[in-house]
């Protein structure tokens, strides 16, 4: 990621700055709590493909700068909210927010959040722009709870479980990128040329990032390894290998995923299912077709612009982190 960063370092700076500025209140635990997840996000993966399609679309000025700092409220306050739902106890390799402050004031310091993003759209001028991230705000809340509505789901098919992590995480990365190429004026094609890019791109993060939970340290997820496996999650890794382990496991998977009846080893017992046969293998494939699909949106724009090749490379480093 290191050419894109580079290429966005001025803008990502004037987010920052944004961002700083607008998270501040006088409810002293508003600013307080909000620092202690947002000052923990090292890359701000969502407002860069914000400024990078912008830069892309031949943005000039600075419009994008406001959309990019809405952008990663909106996904801080999710992740706040989703923290307190999942009962997580880490979050970018720090406790928990709702673990120091308290479940209520993290829902609430989120609604905050939620209210700073649409100052910020609103700021930014563009009803298309402000349209897309609202829907995209809906469309994030829908997949959370269809996720809770199929957990511990040992049958749930592999389309549902990618409609759930399209609308529950790649669709803030489809509108970070479509939003940022509306503010720049860019074509009806290269719009939808990037939302599809955001979105194929997410869909591999989050497929890396389920792998990582079988098989990463604290250090790479930022969490605890094998949260989603105690939480019950049917993540694809899981699924894959409940239906390749077949009956001989079937009560393996009934009591510690279905019934979250847990002992001491099953998580290891559960990683080492999913890595002998292939469920980990045939996730970072799938992965893999999908940042190859996303680079491939980017042909809608020069290959002289030096803002293509980066986002190339994003989609590289997607699934780079496991392999």
Same mark, same amino acid.
């Given at each position: 990621m290191d050419g @894109?960063?580079? =290429?966005?370092?001025? #803008?990502?700076?004037g987010v920052d700055a944004l961002?700083? #500025?607008?998270?501040?209140?006088?409810?002293a635990v508003i600013p307080a @709590?909000?620092?202690? @997840?947002?000052?923990?996000?090292a890359k701000r993966l969502r407002p860069l493909l914000t400024i990078a399609a912008a830069r892309l679309s +031949?943005?000039?000025d600075d419009s994008c700068l406001k959309l990019a700092a809405a952008v990663e409220f909106i996904h801080t306050a999710t992740l706040l909210h989703d923290d307190v739902v999942d009962s997580s106890e880490l979050r970018? +390799?720090?406790?928990?927010?709702? =673990?120091?402050? $308290?479940?209520?004031?993290?829902? =609430?310091v989120g609604d905050f959040l939620f209210a700073r993003a649409f100052e910020l759209m609103v700021e930014a001028g563009s009803m298309q722009a402000l349209e897309i991230l609202a829907r995209a705000s809906r469309v994030i809340a829908e997949g959370e709870v269809l996720q809770l509505t199929r957990a511990h789901d040992l049958n749930l098919h592999q389309d549902m479980y990618l409609e759930i992590i399209k609308a529950k995480t790649a669709e =803030?990365?489809?509108?970070?990128?479509?939003? $940022?190429?509306?503010?720049?004026g860019a074509s009806p094609e290269q719009c939808l040329a990037l939302r599809k890019y955001g979105q194929d791109l997410g869909v591999a993060f989050q497929l890396v990032d389920d792998s @990582? #939970?079988?098989? $990463?340290v604290s250090k790479d997820l930022g969490k605890n390894p094998g949260d989603d496996f105690r939480e019950g999650k049917a993540t694809l890794p899981l699924l894959l290998a409940i239906a390749r382990? +077949?009956?001989?496991e079937k009560a393996f998977w009934d009591r510690a995923v279905a019934r979250l009846e847990q002992a001491d080893g099953d998580f290891e017992r559960a990683r080492d299912l999913i890595t002998g046969v292939g469920a980990l293998d045939a996730t970072l494939d799938l992965a893999a077709d999908y940042a190859g699909k996303a680079k491939g949106e980017l042909a809608e724009f020069p290959a002289g612009n030096s803002w293509r090749p980066a986002l190339e490379d994003l989609a590289d480093f997607a699934v780079s982190r496991l392999r």
């Amino acid at each position: 990621m290191d050419g @894109l960063m580079e =290429l966005a370092q001025p #803008d990502m700076a004037g987010v920052d700055a944004l961002i700083r #500025d607008r998270m501040q209140s006088p409810v002293a635990v508003i600013p307080a @709590l909000a620092e202690h @997840l947002i000052g923990g996000s090292a890359k701000r993966l969502r407002p860069l493909l914000t400024i990078a399609a912008a830069r892309l679309s +031949g943005a000039q000025d600075d419009s994008c700068l406001k959309l990019a700092a809405a952008v990663e409220f909106i996904h801080t306050a999710t992740l706040l909210h989703d923290d307190v739902v999942d009962s997580s106890e880490l979050r970018r +390799g720090k406790v928990a927010a709702h =673990l120091i402050w $308290g479940a209520p004031a993290s829902v =609430l310091v989120g609604d905050f959040l939620f209210a700073r993003a649409f100052e910020l759209m609103v700021e930014a001028g563009s009803m298309q722009a402000l349209e897309i991230l609202a829907r995209a705000s809906r469309v994030i809340a829908e997949g959370e709870v269809l996720q809770l509505t199929r957990a511990h789901d040992l049958n749930l098919h592999q389309d549902m479980y990618l409609e759930i992590i399209k609308a529950k995480t790649a669709e =803030l990365f489809a509108a970070a990128a479509e939003a $940022g190429a509306v503010s720049a004026g860019a074509s009806p094609e290269q719009c939808l040329a990037l939302r599809k890019y955001g979105q194929d791109l997410g869909v591999a993060f989050q497929l890396v990032d389920d792998s @990582l #939970d079988y098989s $990463g340290v604290s250090k790479d997820l930022g969490k605890n390894p094998g949260d989603d496996f105690r939480e019950g999650k049917a993540t694809l890794p899981l699924l894959l290998a409940i239906a390749r382990t +077949g009956a001989a496991e079937k009560a393996f998977w009934d009591r510690a995923v279905a019934r979250l009846e847990q002992a001491d080893g099953d998580f290891e017992r559960a990683r080492d299912l999913i890595t002998g046969v292939g469920a980990l293998d045939a996730t970072l494939d799938l992965a893999a077709d999908y940042a190859g699909k996303a680079k491939g949106e980017l042909a809608e724009f020069p290959a002289g612009n030096s803002w293509r090749p980066a986002l190339e490379d994003l989609a590289d480093f997607a699934v780079s982190r496991l392999r």
